[in-house]
């Protein structure tokens, strides 16, 4: 007796990033206002980190208000309805529920129901850990287009004490819209992760801990000097598999945007990948602070909205963090 054949999903050869959205936190935080928790300065904060002012959200601005504006902006310039959009993926780290998703909730708030909705968590590297899954829905058939969503709001889990990330953090979020393209627009991605450096950026303690009392509310907390070095030498190496695995040169590119974790970080990079001059590089960080899962996209959104770069050109985008999780990929800017 002959099988039955199952039915396949219609496919596509290429896919591409149609258009970005942002969102930033709705207050403009200086140096000198969380220099004094950390015994800090304003000059030290610039030399170390780069960073001279930062975004963050008011007690009134949640992290889905942020994401649903994000969102917005990037489903209206791709030209399509919200109900075209076949999943969303959120990438955050700062969801104040365990469960249900971010994602399935700004789904309902944009207007993207019944699309298939989850959350990534993979911190700073998550957006790109987005794009990769959506480049991959995209082409396999799976949906026509995806919306990828990076988002935070970093300072409801802030410890202003804390002299090794709290300073550096900001708020808000960013969102892609990826869809069918005639010709290739994300290259294949490199990614991956390396759990023995587990510990590295991560929390104070557990919501176990904080419910029996061993703990006070879990902060974030990182150790910089492990972190600087794995993401000035590993990372670079990522960056360049990626533009190898893309079939193009660091001349070939019209942006590196990488995230913004930290202004010596990206220069370093800079320098490892001995990018030309005409690379226009991604320095969001320096008023927009570490957003952790938004800072690939706010940064490539910037770029655009300022005409720093045109659509069309190529850029290397990389995200980086706790895990520690990391993912690198080509893209057609859109």
């Known amino acids: 007796m002959a099988h039955a054949q199952l039915k396949q999903f219609e496919t ?11 969102a930033r936190g709705d207050q403009v935080v200086t140096n000198d206002e969380v220099a004094g928790p950390i015994d800090s300065s304003d000059e030290w904060i610039r030399q170390r980190t780069g960073i001279i002012t930062r975004r963050r959200a008011g007690k009134d601005q949640s992290l889905m208000d942020m994401a649903v504006a994000a969102s917005t902006e990037a489903i209206q310039k791709a030209g399509i309805e919200p109900r075209e959009i076949g999943a969303v993926i959120f990438s955050t780290i700062s969801h104040p529920y365990q469960t249900p998703s971010a994602a399935t909730l700004l789904a309902e708030l944009i207007g993207a129901n019944p699309a298939p909705a989850f959350d990534i968590s993979a911190a700073c590297a998550g957006y790109c850990y987005g794009i990769a899954q959506a480049d991959a829905m995209v082409r396999s058939g799976l949906a026509k287009y995806v919306l990828v969503v990076g988002g935070e709001k970093l300072t409801d889990y802030i410890d202003p004490a804390d002299r090794s990330i709290s300073f550096l953090l900001g708020d808000g ?3 892609a819209v990826v869809g069918p393209s ?4 994300i290259s294949p991605t490199v990614w991956g992760s390396d759990g023995s450096k587990w510990g590295a950026v991560s929390m104070t303690g557990s919501l176990l801990d904080f419910r029996d009392g061993e703990t006070s509310w879990p902060t974030l907390r990182q150790d910089g000097q492990s972190v600087f070095r ?15 695995a893309a079939g193009v040169t660091a001349n070939d590119l019209s942006a590196l945007v990488t995230h913004q974790a930290n202004m010596r970080i990206i220069d370093e990079m800079v320098k490892t990948l001995k990018l030309p001059a005409t690379v226009v590089v991604a320095r969001d960080i320096a008023d927009t602070g570490n957003t952790s899962a938004a800072s690939v996209p706010l940064a490539m959104h910037r770029l655009l909205a300022e005409h720093q770069v045109e659509s069309g050109g190529l850029a290397l985008e990389i995200g980086f963090g706790a895990g520690l999780a990391f993912a690198a990929q080509v893209v057609v800017l859109p």
């Open 182 to 185: 005639d010709i290739p627009g």
């Open 173 to 175: 979020a960013g969102a």
């Open 12 to 22: 596509v050869r290429y896919s591409r990033i149609y258009a970005l959205g942002a």
């Open 230 to 244: 794995w993401a000035v030498w590993q990372m670079a190496k990522v960056a360049q598999e990626a533009l190898d």
